[in-house]
């Protein structure tokens, strides 16, 4: 297995990382990256049911959709990500315990004892430190989660709480969680840099990872890559089909939106724009 300890910090870069080490390439892989405050939704999701849009705009936080299902989820330099990449093995699929495991253990060398669930979330104290989330090619696996070690908790609630009233959809919607900062359970909390080298070098003993720079490949593969995740239609198109209750002259409208447009429920007077990227712009394009 290849380990590589990421250079990038913009969640579009390590998106791509990922979808070319998955695609492009033979060998196992174990990426650790931390990635500029923004938010990552499944690929089943709809933005309006999942982000506050309002206050990522207000924030400058850029909301992106992933490859992976399972639900949304708020990055910044506090939170740690680590994704394994390698060859798509039955008793592999849809199981984060092999994963996890080594990232239990090495959360107890800590005095942390942590509890794994059937969904792939870890919880320490009751309250959830790690989300994962897996997605497979005809022949590829890629298993991928996070770890809040100091991440900013207010920033994570107030961008994970939709303002939008979805009256019917068919979306894969977040399991809402209590959460918490490992940091916040350490006596003495090392800085992110000091944890994050500690579980890097343990995962490189448990795994017998080589450590690896990011392939020459990457550089010539990284622009269609990056155009891919932050095209319209990967980020709005790929939202499952959903009805939006709209307020326009006094009165309220059920409006059905399917591939990111209306279709059905828009009064003929309307003045306002209804696609979905009207109503869930995300900074990533303004950038």
Known sequence: MKLILSPFTHPLQNLALEEFLLRHTDDSWLIFYRNEPSVLI???????????????????????????????VYHDPGNLNF??????????????????????????????PVQQTPKGDLLLGGRKISGNAQFTTHRRLLSHGTLLYQADLDHLRRSLQPAAVVTA????????????????????????????????????????????????????????????????????????AFTLRHRCNGQEYEVTIKQGRPIAGVPETCPHRLDLSALAPTVLLEE
């Open 42 to 72: 499944g690929r089943h999701q709809n933005p309006l049911e999942e982000v506050n849009v309002a206050y990522l705009q207000r924030h400058r936080i850029p909301w992106l959709r992933r490859i992976s299902g399972g639900g949304a």
């Open 83 to 112: 994704s394994f990449i390698l060859p798509l093995e039955q008793k592999l699929y849809n199981r984060y315990e092999p994963f996890l495991q080594p990232l239990c253990d090495f959360l107890l060398r800590w005095e942390l």
């Open 169 to 240: 959809s068919r979306a894969v919607a977040s399991r809402r969680s209590s959460v918490t900062n490992v940091a916040d359970h350490l006596s003495t909390p090392p800085p992110v840099e000091a944890f994050l080298a500690a579980l890097v070098e343990h995962f490189r003993q448990e795994f017998a990872a080589t450590p690896h720079p990011v392939p020459d490949a990457y550089e010539h593969a990284e622009p269609p890559l990056l155009q891919q995740f932050r095209s319209p239609r990967w980020l709005y198109e790929r939202t499952p």
